[in-house]
């Protein structure tokens, strides 16, 4: 008789591979966090210890009390809320219609837009910076919030363009149709029908415009200059001096600058699968 599956020798020596190999990536993710945490815990004659104690001796959350009461940190995440905030409402607004008008008609220069948008993701943000720096200097615009809004945004777009049309090349036109025969104009076939079924998609175009707006430090670093108008990782950096860094206050600025991304992960995770599978689908 046939030895089963489950208990075949080779099968279950590739399993604990598997789980060994998962278990050793897993804490080399984990590791660096567990330092961090262990730094924002440590008193201030301790910060240089190499010590591996996660929670160290005389730990507090001194170094937590002085970023939040004692520095800008609560501005700068008031910025960085309010930018990411216009930039994940502006991603969503846009990325939603073009991709809408990208997947469903057909018009004069629709493959050279589709090119274009393709195009531009090939190019780093550092080779945008000096045209975009002369482009807010002419708007006025250099050291505002619209002004680097105007550029998170149009850096995000065409990802969060193209990853729409994906999805909603995955919905039968026959939907729109059925609405269409039913008395809806386009706007609400549009909005009443496929927008719900495109959730997926929206979840992940909303979770890409926010994080590209939460952890840019370049080109933030060029367009802002007043230390009110920072975001959090150009604040973060003004922890870091020639001569010596103050790695208390960035080890618990770190984790708190965390804390939203991983909120919004686990809130949306039951969509990312399936927003980011399924407008792979089609092209």
Known sequence: MAKSGGSNP??????????????????????????IITISLRPGDQLLSTS???????????NFKELLFETRFLRWMFNSIVVSAVVTVTGVALASTAGYAMSR????????????????????????????YVVLIN??????????????????LPFCVWQMKGYYDTIPVALEEAARIDGATPWQAFRQ????????ALVITALFSFMTAWNEYVV????LQNVDNFTLPLG???????MSTQWGLY???SLLVSVPIVVLFLVLSRFLISGLTLGAVKG
């Open 10 to 35: 080779r099968v279950l020596l590739g399993r604990l591979a598997s789980y060994a190999a998962l278990v050793v990536f897993t804490l080399i993710a984990v590791y660096p966090v567990l330092r």
């Open 52 to 62: 591996l104690e996660l929670i160290p001796a005389g730990a507090s959350l001194a």
């Open 105 to 132: 008609y057909r018009f004069a220069g629709r493959g050279a837009l589709m090119s274009g948008l393709l195009v531009t993701q090939m190019f780093p943000a550092t080779m945008l910076l000096l045209p975009l």
């Open 139 to 156: 708007l006025k615009l250099l050291d505002s919030y619209i002004g680097i809004c105007i550029i998170y945004s149009a850096t995000a």
């Open 193 to 200: 029908v496929i927008l719900p079924l495109a959730a997926p």
């Open 220 to 223: 933030a670093n060029v367009v």
């Open 236 to 242: 973060l950096k003004m922890f870091q001096a020639s």
């Open 251 to 253: 080890a618990a600025g």
